[in-house]
């Protein structure tokens, strides 16, 4: 596998006595998107000052695209673009000339970086408006150009669909899957809309109490208990029940209105059904359940509140 475009080696953060963040270690890639998840004072936010170089690490090391946030700060940054919540404009410039006075305070950003980073979040036909006519989603639109201008390798996105209606957030993120697919951008994202991130994200790390838990593929981290909780759609679901706790002594049976639930491996499913039809049952329909990712998450942190 490549470099990673971000590498965090053992990274801890202490405020006096206290261990805010503690031994994190783990990797983003180039054209991804990894959403990093956990509840409220879990150490996103400080992890996230840390990448940036707004805080400083106590111990261990950051390196974007192999520099080092502690002793090549000014290589490691430049890699960087950032967007947090609702990004603050001037609202009675229009968008356009929001980015030259942005594109100013950067060396190297010309007139057609603009127009290509207005081009990449679809804005072209509103850019000359002023930005006080702009919905809260264009203007997220116009703070993902800005963080853009420099040609950033690296993306972070703090709570990028704050307060979008639906179709804002599904435009945000079919822009941020383009610039990681298209761009080749490795892209960051926390936010506490888990069904969003589920959809956006390729990878989750996931932080609790400043540890972390674990990374995975968002598939991975859903699919990854053994057992599966499945409906059997039957006509007698209470002898149904005494037929599975007699012969495959399962006692952990829920028992509906129309069906009968299982928590099982999936190699079970075929002796359940050999059980039901043998005592005359009939079986009308076979249903697996799957979790979504908030109930997944809720579930390894011990269901506190992603925030």
């Known amino acids: 596998m490549n470099?990673?475009?971000?590498?965090?080696?053992?990274?801890?953060?202490?405020?006096?006595?206290?261990?805010?963040?503690?031994d994190l270690t783990f990797d983003i890639y180039s054209g991804e998107v990894f959403g990093f998840l956990?509840?409220?004072?879990?150490?996103?936010?400080?992890?996230?000052r840390m990448i940036v170089g707004l805080m400083k690490i106590s111990q261990g090391n950051i390196f974007i695209h192999g520099k080092s946030i502690k002793t090549e700060f000014k290589q490691a940054?430049?890699?960087?673009?950032?967007?947090?919540?609702?990004?603050?404009?001037?609202k009675y410039l229009s968008g356009y000339n929001n980015l030259v006075h942005y594109?100013?305070?950067?060396?190297?950003?010309?007139?057609?970086?603009?127009?290509?980073?207005?081009?990449?979040?679809?804005?072209s036909d509103r850019i000359h408006d002023k930005v006080?006519?702009?919905?809260?989603?264009?203007?997220?639109?116009?703070?993902?150009a800005q963080a853009l201008l420099h040609s950033p390798d690296v993306l972070i996105l703090d709570e990028p669909t704050n307060g979008l209606d639906p179709a804002g957030i599904r435009e945000m993120r079919q822009h941020i899957r383009k610039l990681a697919q298209e761009e080749g951008i490795a892209v960051i994202v926390s936010?506490?809309?888990?069904?969003?991130?589920?959809?956006?994200?390729?990878?989750?790390?996931?932080?609790?109490?400043g540890k972390l838990i674990g990374v995975q593929t968002v598939n991975?981290?859903?699919?990854?208990?053994?057992?599966?909780q499945v409906q059997f759609y039957v006509d007698k679901p209470k002898k149904s029940s005494q037929v599975i706790i007699d012969s495959l002594s399962l006692s952990n049976v829920i028992q509906g209105d129309t069906y009968i639930e299982l928590s099982i491996i999936k190699e079970q499913i075929p002796l359940v059904c050999e059980a039901l039809i043998k005592a005359d049952i009939k079986l009308y329909n076979i249903k697996t359940l799957e979790k979504t990712l908030e109930e997944k998450f809720l579930e390894v942190t011990g269901g506190v509140s992603v925030g």
Do not use: W
């Not at 940054?77 to 001037?90: F, W």
């Not at 936010?191 to 109490?209: A, F, P, T, V």
């Open 132 to 144: 006080k006519r702009y919905s809260l989603g264009m203007r997220q639109r116009l703070g993902l």
């Open 220 to 228: 991975e981290f859903i699919h990854s208990d053994t057992n599966q």
């Open 38 to 48: 956990g509840p409220n004072g879990a150490g996103k936010t400080t992890t996230i």
């Open 103 to 123: 594109a100013r305070m950067i060396n190297g950003v010309s007139k057609e970086r603009i127009d290509e980073v207005v081009k990449l979040v679809g804005l």
């Open 77 to 90: 940054i430049k890699h960087i673009g950032a967007i947090v919540e609702n990004p603050e404009m001037y």
């Open 3 to 22: 470099q990673p475009a971000v590498k965090l080696e053992h990274v801890t953060k202490q405020i006096g006595r206290k261990t805010i963040i503690k």
């Open 191 to 209: 936010s506490h809309l888990l069904s969003e991130m589920e959809l956006m994200c390729d990878r989750i790390g996931i932080i609790q109490k």
